[in-house]
């Protein structure tokens, strides 16, 4: 269990539940004191020296990956979710409690997490990805869900429409269609002409729909190279082996929560087979990647952190329309690019966001 935040002294915590400590001295006073010592209070105390304490917000933060480890990079996507609800108000220890629960990469463990959340009575559950969604939407019809990133709900059945969400689900989904992935294959064709078998990386957690991105690299005149499933180190070892003895001659790993989890194995397997490689976020990129293409996920959950505000404040899900997001960017990493040997078409390095040199 993770709680950031615990709550000060004039507060005490039963079974999960905070709870004021009204008792003190003044149970001893007599009736007629109490009484005089209550007048003098009402006519002497400003609004704001009489305002109730501060209402804590418990709120709940599921996720099929791991925490992060220490330090925290800033583009961490959950840190910019804590700081995005501070700058909204809403400090841990203050008026807020934030219980988080990591999957740590076991699609099985999402719906007993769910569960506990659900049994803490949160006020509102932020889901990422979309295993995590449906985890938290089986677990409650009730408690409002926001979705901090969840490709196509609409195809996954987790919301009805859009611009309609209905029921208990709203927030932020991380793609803007299944073009993203024909445009991702695009810009890794233009950054090295020569290349004409592509490896993609699927894992057993997948629901990527590829009929775009073989749409994409039959336009290109690209052959895709599919991986076995894979969910463990050694399969994803086994697979990058097989698919460049097949010949491989660049990496494609969309964004599924498998392949996030095994970042930086992914990272260190494309530099050793030689293959450039392209990524669904800039995350992998920060990690020591060649180039992604896609949505700023730290932006992303820094909006969900405005819709669970919105929430709190009583907005109802259901009126929440689901954004998609608008823009993409294009990071590119150098380094990996000189250690392989590689140039990337310079129309391509014109066009990028942010280049790591």
Do not use: C
């Not at 933060?61 to 700058?87: I, K, M, N």
């Not at 336009?219 to 990058?240: D, K, N, Q, W, Y």
């Amino acid at each position: 269990m993770t709680v950031i935040g615990e709550q000060k002294a004039v507060s005490s915590k039963d079974n999960g539940k905070t709870r004021w400590d009204h008792s003190g001295s003044a149970r001893f006073l007599s009736v007629s004191f109490s009484f005089v010592l209550a007048a003098l209070l009402f006519a002497f105390s400003s609004p704001v020296e009489a305002q109730q304490p501060t209402k804590m917000h418990r709120i709940g933060f599921l996720a099929f990956g791991s925490p992060p480890t220490e330090p925290v990079p800033p583009s961490f996507p959950f840190a910019a979710f804590t700081r995005a609800l501070r700058d909204l108000g809403y400090v841990p220890g203050r008026n807020l409690i934030l219980e988080a629960r990591w999957a740590a990469g076991n699609r099985e463990q999402l719906p007993v997490l769910a569960a506990e959340l659900v049994q803490l009575k949160v006020d509102i559950i932020t889901a990422s990805g979309a295993s995590a969604v449906r985890a938290a939407k089986t677990a409650t019809q009730n408690i409002p869900i926001v979705m901090s990133g969840a490709p196509d709900p609409v195809a996954f059945e987790l919301i009805k429409s859009l611009a309609r969400p209905g029921g208990n689900v709203t927030g932020l989904s991380d793609s803007a269609g299944r073009e993203i992935e024909g445009k991702r294959l695009e810009l890794l064709k233009e950054s090295f002409p020569r290349i004409s078998r592509v490896a993609v990386v699927i894992d057993s957690a997948s629901r990527l729909d590829i009929t775009q991105t073989q749409e994409a690299a039959h336009a290109l005149g690209v052959t895709l190279i599919f991986s076995p499933e894979t969910a463990t180190s050694e399969e994803f070892r086994t697979s990058f082996a097989l698919m460049s003895r097949e010949g491989a001659q660049a990496l494609y790993a969309p964004e599924t929560p498998i392949n996030v989890r095994y970042r930086t194995l992914i990272i260190q397997l494309a530099a050793k087979h030689r293959l450039p490689a392209m990524y669904g976020s800039r995350e992998f990129v920060e990690a020591g990647g060649l180039m992604s293409y896609g949505p700023n996920f730290s932006e992303l959950f820094r909006r969900a952190a405005v819709y669970v505000d919105r929430i709190l404040k009583g907005t109802k899900p259901a009126d929440l329309p689901v954004e998609q997001p608008t823009t993409f960017e294009l990071f590119i990493n150098l380094k990996p690019a000189n250690q392989m040997g590689l140039k990337i078409s310079p129309d391509v390095l014109m066009r990028a966001d942010k280049v790591i040199k």
